[in-house]
């Protein structure tokens, strides 16, 4: 979907897709905790509240939508013992657990929340859902890491070994889809370490980059080419 103009059959086909509508769901969920901070720090408490109202209905939407998706990320899993770069192989496993396993969690929370299923200790299986978030962040800004030396080895060969700074910039700049995907992982990082309490937890902060991460995904899931390769 790489053309200028976006056809309606082109928006229909995306929506209709689980992914794409998660996007989308995730996009509003975020921008929403962002205008409801700012809404009750800045203006008044009525509008916040409309802004928590959607965000907490997107929120239970995309939850349902991954009821049972953890088996989903076996087949990751298998697929990544075929990647030739063993390290990116290694990492794209240990993503996909951790996808796994975030789901796994997300599942057990809904049912509580439900009253389906009872956990005496429902705080304790969030805590593990944000670590197990940070760490699939953390795997996925370790593969992008690799892939900014990768570019810069490669860079520094057809330049004659120019190792400054300007030029390492010029060459991640000039990798669209790297540049996209360490600004999404970024973003990302922020919102389980505040959870977790590891930095200093800011709604309106973790509305803003949740945003920025959701939009940077839409753009990636939307147009292949901003993807990097597997």
Excluded at 62 to 79: A, H, I, Q, T
Aim: aromatic residues 14%; charged residues 20%; proline residues 2%.
């Amino acid at each position: 979907m790489s053309n200028s103009k976006i056809s309606l059959d082109e928006i229909i086909r995306f929506t209709s897709r689980t992914a794409g509508r998660d996007k989308i769901y995730r996009t509003i969920q975020y921008a929403s905790r962002f205008l409801a901070w700012y809404y009750i720090k800045k203006r008044g408490v009525a509008n916040g509240e409309l802004f928590q109202n959607i965000e907490s209905m997107m929120s239970l939407t995309r939850k349902g939508m991954r009821l049972g998706r953890f088996v989903d990320y076996v087949k990751s899993v298998l697929e990544s013992f075929h990647i030739r770069n063993k390290r990116i192989g290694t990492l794209f496993g240990l993503i996909a657990v951790c996808q796994g396993l975030f789901m796994f969690f997300d599942n057990i929370l809904l049912l509580h929340r439900y009253k389906i299923l009872h956990l005496t200790n429902a705080q304790r299986f969030q805590q593990y859902l944000y670590q197990v978030w940070l760490l699939w962040v953390s795997c996925a800004l370790t593969r992008d890491y690799y892939e900014i030396q990768a570019s810069f080895h490669i860079g520094q060969y057809h330049q004659k070994q120019d190792k400054s700074l300007m030029r390492q910039a010029n060459l991640f700049w000039a990798n669209k889809p790297l540049v996209i995907d360490t600004i999404k992982n970024l973003c990302d990082l922020y919102i389980p370490l505040s959870n977790l309490n590891v930095v200093r937890a800011n709604p309106g902060l973790q509305g803003f980059a949740g945003t920025v991460s959701s939009l940077l995904g839409l753009l990636q899931l939307w147009d292949k080419s901003y993807q990097l390769p597997s």
